[in-house]
DNA sequence: CTTGAAATACTACTACG
DNA sequence: CGTAGTAGTATTTCAAG
């Protein structure tokens, strides 16, 4: 019933590079671990290595070297925004009234501290930054707005984008 | 080995409580849990009673109501994107040929499909979409946007801000 | 309706082949 | 990598606040 496993041993015991592990040294299996963890690693090690068709000492085997490795940064839960009270997504572009490296260096730093930024990003284009930010309704992402948002240090111009529906929101990319 | 359970009414407080959980009927553990779970779900559920000062039982217990109630979406690994080959971000920012219902539709529909796409949204403001991709390099983002970008249904523009520097990218917010 | 203690079933983990 | 064995955990049962 078995068929024939393609157990190509890893060979990663180079010695000398403990770390940044790539994906090329990525077999079958990793991938197909990394996939399921994307989706949901809340499955216990003996079902997941069941689906990858290995024991399970070596399917944790293989977990615990990708944790180590850095290339699995974390498991987490996902909370759903909207019973969290933060239904509102608004994603702002930010223009600096200079590009100085003080002046980048003292936005990011007080970019950090505003609550509900889930993502802030230097961008090349007409903005200097955009970030996203979840609140719980239009009114409380008003008053961020007024006062925080606009005391933010250097900034010239935030535009905002509302959004209206979120499409796609995933934290899981193709391996 | 997930078993398919009775969903216990969720009365919590009194029987009067709405349909769906929501962050008011929150205690206290139940917001700690959230905290520990949204920075670290790899953690023993004996250890995370610990951490909330409850028995193991009750403590799993509030966990699966949290899953069964929708407000913990799912419990995933987070990979490294650089280690994973798509080590650069791009955000873009689509305008349709048309604002009607078809369009839309019809977009977001193809939207979901592009290869490394993390996000995209219904945005109000001079554009109509917000997508953020993830892919490998500049030359791959190339590709995607000369083979399927610019074929999504509908389009009339596509601006393009290549993320330079990623300041701040969480799954987590504040409870 | 929730909690905690004890008992059972299962899993993670180690040592070895 | 796999098998076997041990330690620890998850999960159920049940009694009580």
Redesign the interface.
Same mark, same amino acid.
């Given at each position: 019933m078995n068929k024939i496993k393609v157990c190509r041993p890893p060979a990663r015991q180079a010695a000398s590079t403990p770390a940044? /592990?790539?994906?090329q040294s990525l077999d079958r299996i990793d991938r197909a671990i990394?996939r399921q963890?994307?989706?949901? %690693?809340?499955i216990?090690n003996v079902?997941l290595a069941a689906k990858v068709k290995l024991s399970a000492p070596a399917c944790l085997r293989r977990v615990e070297r990708l944790k180590e490795? &850095?290339?699995? +940064?974390? $498991?987490?839960?996902?909370?759903? @925004?909207k019973? %969290? &009270? %933060?239904g509102m997504?608004v994603?702002i572009g930010v223009v600096l009234d200079r590009s100085t490296p003080e002046s980048f260096a003292d936005f990011?730093k007080a970019?950090?501290t505003v @609550? &509900?930024? !889930? /993502?802030?990003? $230097? $961008?090349? &284009?007409e903005?200097d930054?955009?970030m996203t930010i979840?609140t719980r309704d239009s009114d409380s992402f008003n008053r961020l707005h007024a006062e925080q948002l606009l005391y933010l240090p250097g900034v010239r111009q935030i +535009?905002?984008? !509302? $959004?209206?529906?979120?499409?796609?929101?995933?934290?899981?990319? @193709?391996?």
């Open positions: 940044a /592990e790539s994906l990394l963890l994307q989706t949901d %690693a809340s216990s079902a490795s &850095g290339l699995i +940064r974390g $498991v987490v839960a996902l909370i759903d @925004p019973s %969290a &009270g %933060a997504l994603i990011e970019a950090q @609550p &509900g930024c !889930m /993502e802030c990003h $230097v $961008v090349t &284009g903005f930054y955009f979840r +535009r905002s984008f !509302m $959004v209206l529906k979120e499409i796609l929101s995933t934290t899981r990319f @193709p391996l």
